[in-house]
T-cell receptor
């Protein structure tokens, strides 16, 4: 069964460093998403992406964040200058079309020291 | 903004039924979802219901939707120890970005 994959599974970085989290959505899906879950808190929406542009973003998704689909398969989330509070599990998701079921990857656990 | 609430914890005995409840505030929700998260793992889609339905059954899972009260429940029949996990309710509103709003999750513990 097709699934969303994410790399790396864990990443440790120093505050102020840039990180890139990678996702490979399900191949025939057109909508892509990033969510995050800070330990002990709710899963929060960050951004949705369709047709090579951002559809919607939350207040969390400030200028430190960017997304890109650099080729036909990868979807990336870049955090330009990480802060301690960026430590969280980051989930990528995809759906065939907007408004339809979103399938999630296993997540990348990011720890900022 | 939209809000989704769930109770934190539920404990049942193996073989019993589990009922996990969820309330939401967004009256324009189109789909409502149940996701399962096992320790250290991602979010596994269990089932979903379209907002114009009252009930959906899928093997041991029954989803009930009371749109008037904005209440969603997930019933797991014959609960097994492998069902122990965190269960998240989520709703997708009528928004262009199709964002999901999640509840805080209900930790289900199944005792042998």
């Amino acid at each position: 069964e097709p699934e969303v994959t994410q790399t790396p599974s864990h990443q440790v970085t120093q505050m102020g460093q840039e990180v890139i989290l990678r996702c490979v959505p399900i191949s025939n899906h057109l909508y892509f998403y990033w969510y995050r879950q800070i330990l002990g808190q709710k899963v929060e929406f960050l951004v949705s992406f369709y047709n090579n542009e951002i559809s919607e973003k939350s207040e969390i998704f400030d200028d430190q964040f960017s997304v890109e689909r650099p080729d036909g398969s990868n979807f990336t989330l870049k955090i330009r200058s990480t802060k301690l509070e960026d430590s969280a599990m980051y989930f990528c998701a995809s759906s065939v079309v907007g408004g339809e079921t979103q399938y999630f990857g296993p997540g990348t656990r990011l720890l900022v020291l | 903004g939209e809000d989704v609430e769930q109770s934190l914890f539920l404990s049942v005995r193996e073989g019993d039924s589990s009922v996990i409840n969820c309330t939401y505030t967004d009256s324009s929700s189109t789909y409502l979802y149940w996701y399962k998260q096992e320790p250290g793992a991602g979010l596994q889609l269990l089932t979903y219901i379209f907002s114009n339905m009252d009930m959906k059954q899928d093997q041991r899972l029954t989803v009930l939707l009371n749109k008037k009260d904005k209440h969603l429940s997930l019933r797991i029949a014959d609960t097994q120890t492998g069902d122990s996990a965190i269960y998240f309710c989520a709703e997708s509103g009528n928004n262009a970005g199709n964002m999901l709003t999640f509840g805080g999750g209900t930790r289900l513990m199944v005792k042998p």
